[in-house]
């Protein structure tokens, strides 16, 4: 089985994704067209990062479903579960996991939709500059 060597571990997700989260909860100087250049820079750098970050998260919420899969399985035999217990039962074992992919992809699409803000209010300075 291939196991990728690259992968984030948990821990440095999250704090990744906090690092990123607080920064695209920071305000914008949206009348500054050189501070817009440098977060429209850093949004696209977070993206990226955002993206692989996402990738990783998905790879343990999987890892983790497939390693509790067998034991969950066993239960259900023995318990006599039905399919939709033992579904259910298999997302609160990767409910940490799982909370870690939806934020990764939260904080990618934040960074696209700021991104196209930016552009937006950066062509708007352009060409307010071109009518004066």
Request: charged residues 25%.
């Amino acid at each position: 089985m291939y196991q990728p060597s690259f992968t984030t571990k948990p821990d440095a997700i999250e704090a990744e994704l906090a690092e990123m989260q607080e920064f695209l909860e920071m305000p914008s100087a949206g009348d500054q067209p050189e501070q817009m250049k440098e977060r429209l820079n850093k949004l696209a750098q977070f993206m990226a990062r955002s993206g692989k970050l996402k990738a990783d998260a998905e790879w343990h919420y999987s890892n983790l479903y497939q390693s509790s899969l067998m034991g969950a399985i066993k239960q259900m035999a023995e318990a006599q579960m039905s399919t939709s217990t033992v579904n259910e039962y298999l997302k609160s074992v990767c409910k940490d996991y799982k909370v870690l992919v939806t934020w990764a992809d939260r904080v990618n699409r934040s960074c696209v939709h700021q991104m196209d803000s930016l552009r937006t209010l950066i062509s708007y300075a352009k060409q307010e500059r071109q009518y004066q």
